[in-house]
């Protein structure tokens, strides 16, 4: 696997957090028929430093129990997740797929099709999702800067990726 020696990254397609063995092993299994390259990561350890696998641009495969310690760690709801388990999902599996926003749940070895069919779509290059706020004043002095002063502020400490511009070609107020 090809490493950017700059960012760190790979050039996997997929990551993955999965922390029963065989079932492991059956999603690289099912990743090579679907020529997909899967980097393994565990969400499970070091929850604070999961965030950046978080926010990898591809699909991201994760058990019960990464679902799990993602929620509780607050983790946003992102496209690309997929629930892989090894029997029949239960309804604290659906309950946490649900939660998470994931797109599908698989059961394996029954949805092997399912996941070769979603591993060989093409892969987003970014994570995408975001969206755009606009604050405009109605006159000089109405508050407008402060007020999306205050909103990006609010964002940020919710944990989103936030970026404020200044477009007013006469100088904020």
């Known amino acids: 696997m090809k490493t950017d020696p700059i960012s760190r990254r790979t050039n996997a397609?997929?990551?993955?957090?999965?922390?029963?063995?065989?079932?492991?092993?059956d999603v690289y299994r099912i990743a090579a028929a679907a020529d997909c390259v899967v980097e393994e990561q565990n969400l499970l350890v070091g929850i604070g430093s999961?965030?950046?696998?978080?926010?990898?641009?591809?699909?991201?495969?994760?058990?019960?129990f990464s679902a799990e310690s993602a929620l509780a760690a607050g983790f946003p709801r992102r496209p690309g997740v997929v629930l892989v388990t090894a029997a029949s999902p239960t309804l604290d599996d659906w309950r946490t797929a649900t939660?998470?926003?994931?797109?599908h749940v698989v059961s394996l070895p029954s949805d092997e099709d399912?996941?070769?069919?979603?591993?060989?779509?093409?892969?987003a290059t970014s994570p995408g999702g975001g969206g755009v706020i606009v604050v405009v004043?109605?006159?000089g002095?109405?508050?407008?800067?402060?007020?999306?002063a205050a909103l990006g502020l609010c964002s940020s400490r919710t944990g989103q990726r936030t970026l404020m511009v200044e477009a007013?070609?006469?100088?904020?107020?």
């Open 168 to 173: 007013d070609r006469y100088g904020s107020g």
């Open 99 to 103: 939660a998470l926003g994931a797109e």
């Open 13 to 25: 397609n997929a990551s993955m957090s999965i922390d029963h063995h065989g079932l492991r092993q």
């Open 141 to 148: 002095g109405a508050g407008a800067s402060t007020f999306a």
């Open 50 to 64: 999961a965030r950046p696998i978080w926010e990898f641009p591809g699909i991201i495969l994760i058990d019960f």
């Open 114 to 123: 399912t996941l070769v069919r979603i591993l060989g779509e093409p892969v």
């Open 137 to 139: 004043g109605a006159r």
